[in-house]
C-alpha cells in the first residue's frame, strides 16, 4: 500500500453499542445498534481508519478506543433520566457540530445512520453543505413515526417528509437495508433510485455457533428465574407499542395452557404498562421480563429458546430474526415491511398477515409441537441467513465509498486505500 492512506470515515449513529449499564432511557436497543456495530467491527478489520460519533450516555466514558483504528466518540451534555427521551438526540447534535465542522479536514466520507430523530437529518444537510462526501442509511424513516404516533393520513398532513427528502437528496448515495424498503422509500422521496443502493443488514454466522458453556447458560437462568424442562418462547427487542408488546399477554396465556414459558428480553418505555398486565392476567411462573441484555446475553437466551416471536407492527428489517436464523432458532413474525424481504423464497421465517393475532398464536404453538416443521425452518433460515453475511456487507460498503468518493469534486491530497477483503488477507467474519 506504498503512497496510499486508509479510508478515514466518520460513522454518525446516535446509538452505538459500548459496555455497561444505562438507564433504559439512555439506550434505546435495536437494529439500528447491532447494524452500525456490526459493519463498523468489520471494516475496521478490512482496514479502514474509523471516527463513531455517538450520543453521550451519563456515567459513560466521552471517548472509548475499540482498536488501534476505531474509536468512539460521545457527545451532548449531562441528562437526567426523564430528559433522554426527548432531549437525547438533539443534545448529541449539539455537542457534534465542531465534529461536524471539523469533517473535511479530518475525514474522507461521511456516514450518517437515520434514526427516528430530525437531528440526523440536519446533520445530513450540514454535512453536504460543508462539502464532505456523504452517504446516509435510512435505518428508520422519520415521517413513519410522526405518521404513528399522531395518526396522520396522506402527504399533505405531515411536514416530515418535506425534512426527511432535503436529508435525502444531501447524500452523494442512499442505503435501504432491503429492496421493499429501498422502493418505497424511494417513491415517496421522489429520489434517484440509481442513487439507492441496497445493502442489508449483516449477521456474523459464527459467532451464534460458537459453544456457550454451560454454566453460563445455567447463570443466565438463574439470573432472570427461567425454568428448566419447559419449551421457552423468546422476544428479544425493545418493549415499545411498534414492536407489538401489545400481543404478548394474550401469547403467553395460551403458552402457560401448554407449559411454556415466555422469555422477553429487552426494555422500553412500555415496560411497566406490560408488566401489570401480565401480572393481571398470566399465571405465576408463566413469564419473565430480563431488562436491557447485551449482546452476550442475547446470543445466551437464543440458546436455550424453542421458538422466537417479533410481533412488530412496524419493520425495516428485524435484525434478530437474522440473529435467530443465525442461532438455527425457527421464528414467527408478521409480514411488515423489510420482514418479507427477510424471509425469503422459500420462506425461512414463519410470516402471519398483519393483524392476525390468533393466527401468530397458532403457528408459535405449532412450532413448538410439530417437530417437521421446526426442522424445516431451521434449515430454511440456516441458508437464508448466509445471503446477510458480514463479509458481504463489508465488500459492498467499501464498493460503494469508493464509488461515492471517485465521483466527489473534493479533491484529495494522497491516493486513498479502498481495500478489498482478498487484500486484507483474511474475513470480517473470523473472530
Not at 464509488?403 to 484529495?412: C, D, E, Q, T, W
Request: hydrophobic content about 45%; glycine content about 8%.
Amino acid at each position: 500500500m506504498t503512497g496510499k492512506r486508509m479510508l478515514r470515515i466518520l460513522r454518525i449513529t446516535p446509538h452505538f453499542y459500548r459496555p455497561g449499564t444505562w438507564p433504559v432511557a439512555f439506550d434505546p436497543v435495536g437494529g439500528l445498534q447491532n447494524q452500525s456495530w456490526t459493519i463498523a467491527h468489520g471494516l475496521d478489520k478490512a482496514g479502514t481508519t474509523q471516527t463513531v460519533l455517538t450520543s453521550y450516555i451519563p456515567g459513560s466514558p466521552r471517548n472509548v478506543r475499540l482498536s488501534t483504528t476505531m474509536r468512539v466518540k460521545c457527545t451532548g451534555f449531562w441528562l437526567p433520566e426523564f430528559l433522554a427521551g426527548p432531549m437525547l438526540c438533539f443534545s448529541w447534535f449539539l455537542g457534534a457540530i465542531p465534529e461536524l465542522l471539523r469533517a473535511r479536514k479530518r475525514y474522507d466520507l461521511v456516514h450518517i445512520h437515520f434514526n427516528h430523530s430530525i437531528w440526523c437529518r440536519v446533520m445530513a444537510v450540514l454535512v453536504k453543505a460543508l462539502g464532505v462526501p456523504l452517504v446516509v442509511s435510512m435505518n428508520t424513516s422519520l415521517w413513519a413515526g410522526f405518521q404513528s404516533a399522531f395518526r396522520l393520513k396522506g402527504k399533505p398532513y405531515d411536514i416530515t417528509r418535506w425534512f426527511e427528502r432535503m436529508a435525502l437528496r444531501s447524500a452523494d448515495r442512499v442505503v435501504a437495508l432491503t429492496e421493499t424498503y429501498g422502493r418505497s422509500a424511494a417513491g415517496e422521496m421522489g429520489l434517484d433510485a440509481s442513487r439507492v443502493d441496497v445493502v442489508t443488514d449483516a449477521i456474523d454466522i459464527d459467532a451464534f455457533q460458537r459453544p456457550i458453556a454451560a454454566k453460563l447458560l445455567e447463570a443466565f437462568r438463574a439470573e432472570h428465574g427461567i425454568p428448566h424442562g419447559r419449551a421457552i418462547v423468546s422476544f428479544i427487542g425493545r418493549i415499545s407499542p411498534e414492536k407489538g408488546w401489545q400481543d404478548l399477554p394474550i401469547l403467553v396465556t395460551h403458552l402457560s395452557e401448554k407449559g411454556a414459558f415466555l422469555l422477553i428480553c429487552g426494555d422500553g418505555p412500555d415496560r411497566r404498562k406490560l408488566e401489570a398486565v401480565l401480572t393481571a392476567i398470566a399465571r405465576p411462573g408463566s413469564w419473565t421480563i430480563t431488562g436491557f441484555v447485551s449482546p452476550a446475553e442475547v446470543k445466551k437466551a437464543l440458546r436455550i429458546s424453542d421458538v422466537l416471536i417479533l410481533p412488530s407492527r412496524r419493520e425495516v428489517l428485524g435484525s434478530v430474526l437474522l440473529e435467530a436464523m443465525a442461532a438455527e432458532v425457527p421464528a414467527v413474525a408478521y409480514a411488515v415491511g423489510g420482514v418479507t424481504d427477510v424471509a425469503g423464497r422459500p420462506e425461512a421465517l414463519a410470516l402471519v398477515p398483519e393483524g392476525r393475532q390468533q393466527e401468530f398464536i397458532d403457528r408459535t404453538l405449532r412450532l413448538l409441537s410439530d417437530d417437521q416443521a421446526r426442522e424445516a425452518l431451521i434449515a430454511q433460515g440456516r441458508r437464508r441467513a448466509k445471503d446477510f453475511s458480514l463479509a458481504s456487507a463489508v465488500v459492498l460498503n467499501l464498493e460503494l465509498y469508493g464509488s461515492v468518493l471517485a465521483g466527489s469534486k473534493h479533491g484529495r491530497r494522497q491516493p486513498i486505500a479502498i481495500m478489498s477483503l482478498q487484500e486484507d488477507g483474511g474475513s470480517p467474519d473470523g473472530a
